[in-house]
């Protein structure tokens, strides 16, 4: 049964919007405020994001960490983040817990503290942040080609501020900020899930209803006059290559173009995912203009358009990432070339067709899980109205050729125009910096106790900012990439085909999605030596062509339909991902079984995919998070171990690839390689059975597989130590670790836990709170363990100001020496097995999330009813078991630890 969205006004002018959803015991609360970029003014800009920060710290009822640690242990997620129109804050919960949001909600509206050291250890996590996404090439083109763009308006400010400002706010600035803007008649609560909506409504008012309405909100008054000349910037930076932005003016969410114009940005690059968790599906659109003009002729490495809902007019951006050898003006005419060709012969009707097809498929995939239906809802309400959802895909739908047409003529001109061009001035790269002498780490004894990166270049959400990112941390004890709780089992369906394949499903008849999932034992850990990358190379090769169809023809099919069909390597299998409507099953599942039986490696398309590797590795050498990674990967692991290689190998080992590489690898691990399919939505077990049976017809995987041996690593025998420098940054990256234990390993859940504690339990973990909240050192610390087949590496990762590195691996390190030498808190062990034991129904709420829990139940031999034996593992965790295991796989001494970033100050 679907239930109609409700919306009701309290007294106090707090509009509630519901909507009720029984498919799971989960329910989304979402509280947003009509405050955001759009309301700062020069010397505050970035106040609305910092006081969003805040509103985590407590509230006289709520002490410090207590937001975080009580929704965790109730088996939930939260965050928060700002944008340009709006501030908001969300738990996803079991909806038997649903009471806690209301009390965290409804507290720190109105009761949030602003202790002056919390703003002071605040404002050097929000610096860091701001130096994190300064890293990037890219956030300086966008930063000021959207400053160029607007004169007037605020939008041109962004959301994270400039340095100046938030070296210089207050608290007395942060507090009445907060107290002006944060009322309940400038509010809107969204909650969507399994419950009783009147209930929830008495509830809503008997917490929120009491809390008086503010003064009436100043209305934005600036109006961004019509631009009546084409502007340009050159951004002149150490980075990997050339990026290029245009970024038009275009209309605010209240006007009738915006449908023709989520259409054109469609025919340009593809329809763009619509939740919240839907992150960038980068294989729609393949057989759009900019990829086919762009990518597909070797001129860049990507392409894209994006067009978002604002409240005020904001902008339509196209963007391209270059190859080393392609001219800015090159790319510039082309893509202006391709505009003008829509504004004179319009777009076809098979274009039109196909972009209609694919918004209705992204606006089902959408609708998945409770969570992306509060945000759609809370989102539509703060730029217009929430009932846009009603009629969004029929006035998608209703858009003509001539529509796109005359909004392409209207609002693509080129005196509507901001053109921005990044120039690198090096060719950026890391290297390795001095050797400075490595002392011995000093033991400690103690008694007691995240685009902002965005969406990608140009993306309009690239100035978006999530505040709180380490909460969802489930994957460490239960399967990778999921979680398991008490009381919840899914329906599961396994059988082992004839030919060797192991199927297995779980059906949502009321799903029109699919989501298809398999794997072949086939990764980089089988990788020749000399040949690094080869697998994650024919992974991506294996969709680049087969003997029935091209590349081009594979992604029209798939697009045409609102499809997405992905191949990639990883470190111990080839994945292959599907996802598409009921209706296209059988067109999905024909091209699945064609790329991976039927792949002809041709030589052109080789050669393509070959400079796009080559040009992400180069990008990579000036990521310093992916350096410091990539590093520590290599002095952590021996030169012969699979793990010591990264998955997309080398410059010179990619250069070295050839077509008889591609060929001996798929013939000798995919070919007749044994094979599990798992899937989860709107179809029977038995039918997708059958059609898997019938499009492997005559695969044989019943001879001898490739062997699943991964050797062992130890850990240093002392501490190794590397720093490098890469050009042109401001904030350094750390990675700490060793190797550990295998998933199979009995320890694995005891040292999962203390992972847990240390690095990802709330925000973060102990680290967390030691070198974020307490001495606002870093903006993320977190630790990870992962699930693999062989020695997982242990990583402590840290983003920091290059004066802070020694610092925050001082303090990293006290943690680590804590959790070796003392038993755990019971509070932490009881918030650690109640986050874990109770998480299960979030990640089930979406055919991808059952999907990978099918997946890795079936790689690590699980057995089909751990989910049932899963809470009694967790609750059987001791305090000495979690710290023997600490005590046994972390270490201080036998470490390894990089650090990437500036070159040292003199």
Known sequence: MVYPVQARTLGNGLMVITREVHDAPVASFWVWYRVGARNEVSGITGISHWVEHMMFKGTPSLGKGEIFRSVSKNGGTLNGFTWIDYTTYFETLPSDRLDLSL????????????????????????????????NFPTFHLDEDVTATAFKVHPYGQGVIGWKCDLQSMTREDLYTWYRKHYAPNNAVVVAVGDFDTDSLMKKIEERFGPIPAGPPIPSVRSCEPPQEGERRVVVRRPGPTRYFTAAYHAPAADSPDVYPLFVLDAVLSGAKPLGLSGGRDTTMGRSSRLYRLLVDTGLCTGAGSSFGLTRDPYLFEISAGLRPDTGLEEVERTIFAEIERIQHDGVRPEELEKAVKQFRAQFTYASEGVTNQAYWLGDLEMVNRYTMLDDFVDRIAAVTADDVQRVAQSYLR?????VGWFEPTSPGGSAEAPVAPVQAVRPYFFHGGVGLLGFGPGSPRSNWDEAATGVTRGHRVAP?????????????????????ITVLGHERSANPAIVVRASLQAGAMYDPPGKEGLAYFTARMMQRGTSHHTFQQISELT?????????????HAIQISARCLRDDLDLLVGLFAEVVREPIFPPQEMEKLRGEILARLREQQDDTRTVAERRFRE????????????????????????????TGFHGRYVQSNRMTIAFAGGVGFDELVDKI???????????????VVVPDAAPPSAVIR????????????????????????????????ADLILGGLGLYGRLGTSVRDQQGLAYYVSSDVDATLGPAPWEVRAGVNPTNVERAIESILAEVNRIRNQPVDDDELADGKSYLTGVLPLSVETNAGVARILQSIETHDLGLDYLDRYPGIINGLTRDQVRDAAAQYFSTDRIVVVTAGPAPSL
């Open 414 to 418: 080129p005196t509507n125009r901001t």
């Open 635 to 662: 002095l952590a692991y021996p030169a012969d171990h699979p793990y010591h290689h990264w998955i997309m190998g080398n410059e010179a080992s990619v250069a070295s690839f050839t077509r008889d590489d591609l």
């Open 559 to 571: 697009d045409r339909v609102g499809a997405s069909l992905n191949v990639d390597g990883q470190e």
């Open 693 to 707: 049976s019938r499009a492997f017809g005559g695969w044989n995987a019943t001879g001898p597989s490739a062997p």
């Open 480 to 500: 990778s990439g999921m979680a398991a709780g008490g009381g919840t089992s899914l329906a599961i369906q396994r059988t082992r085909l004839p030919n060797g």
């Open 103 to 134: 009390r965290i909600e409804s507290d720190r509206m109105v009761n949030s503290t602003f202790d002056p050291e919390e703003v002071a250890s605040e404002r050097t996590v929000i610096i860091s942040e701001r130096e994190g996404s300064e």
């Open 722 to 753: 590397r720093d490098f420098v890469v050009a042109g940054k401001t904030q350094s990256d750390i990675a700490l670790g060793r190797p550990t234990l295998r998933r199979s390993n009995p320890d694995f859940y005891a040292l999962s836990m």
